[in-house]
């Protein structure tokens, strides 16, 4: 088991709202959101805490900063100790 947690920074989880939203405003329920949602974090929990320095370096952003693409979201994170901080959500197609 992994001593690393993954944690969301205020951005990050405004960004996973507006995610919810926008799945809202294309008529699915919400059964299907959270599903969707779900499957995301799931894939992270597996993805990073499992090759958590493997990923994209984005020394443009920052020295530490990293990516990791999802589908069609990119997820901007840093190492930060015990922890695995997700910065930010993207989609290069969405506002």
């Known amino acids: 088991m992994s001593e690393r947690e993954i944690v969301l920074a205020p951005r990050a989880m405004q960004r996973l709202d507006e995610i919810a939203a926008y799945l809202y405003t294309q008529h ?3 059964e299907f959101v959270r599903d969707y949602l779900n499957r995301i974090g799931q894939w992270l929990h597996t993805m ?3 090759f958590p ?3 994209t370096p984005m020394s443009h952003y920052g020295p530490v900063i990293r990516r990791v693409v999802y589908k069609e979201y ?3 994170y840093r190492l930060n100790g ?3 901080e997700i910065l930010t959500i ?3 197609n969405l506002p």
Do not use: C, G, N, P
Request: hydrophobic share 40%.
């Open 48 to 50: 990073l805490l499992t």
């Open 82 to 84: 015990a922890q695995i």
């Open 74 to 76: 990119s997820f901007l």
């Open 90 to 92: 993207h989609r290069d």
């Open 28 to 30: 699915l329920s919400k």
């Open 53 to 55: 320095e493997s990923d």
